[in-house]
């Protein structure tokens, strides 16, 4: 079984910033990507950023800047860095990890975090 554990949401001012962390435990023998999505009430879920296990960065082109993604490898954790928060960035994130979860099984598989709310109200 494999958990994604998601912290650091809440509410916070325009311009503001907070740090999200996401962290994969229970069986996991080779982690591969991991990143951060979020949705929007009535819209769909999209990436805000990935990071592959050498390091390798992909961003929402609007976010660019704003937003930076990093990892732990050695404690199976990703941030995201989120700065001048903008109203249209209130969402719910959602942590990934693209992860082989046996020695004995070949394929990668996708798991979710339960989801971080992140509202960014005056």
């Known amino acids: 079984q494999v958990q994604l554990v998601e912290s650091g949401g809440g509410l916070v001012q325009p311009g503001g910033s907070l740090r999200l962390s996401c962290t994969a435990s229970g069986s996991i023998f080779m982690l591969n990507a991991m990143g951060w999505y979020r949705q929007a009430p009535g819209k769909q879920r999209e990436l805000v950023a990935a990071?592959?296990?050498?390091?390798?960065?992909n961003y929402a082109e609007s976010l660019k800047g704003r937003f930076t993604i990093s990892r732990d490898n050695a404690n199976n954790t990703v941030y995201l860095q989120m700065n001048s928060l903008k109203p249209e960035d209130t969402a719910v994130y959602y942590c990934n990890a693209n992860l082989r979860p046996f020695r004995t099984l070949s394929r990668f598989y996708d798991y979710w975090g339960q989801g971080t709310q992140v509202t960014v109200s005056s």
């Open positions: 990071i592959t296990a050498d390091g390798s960065t």
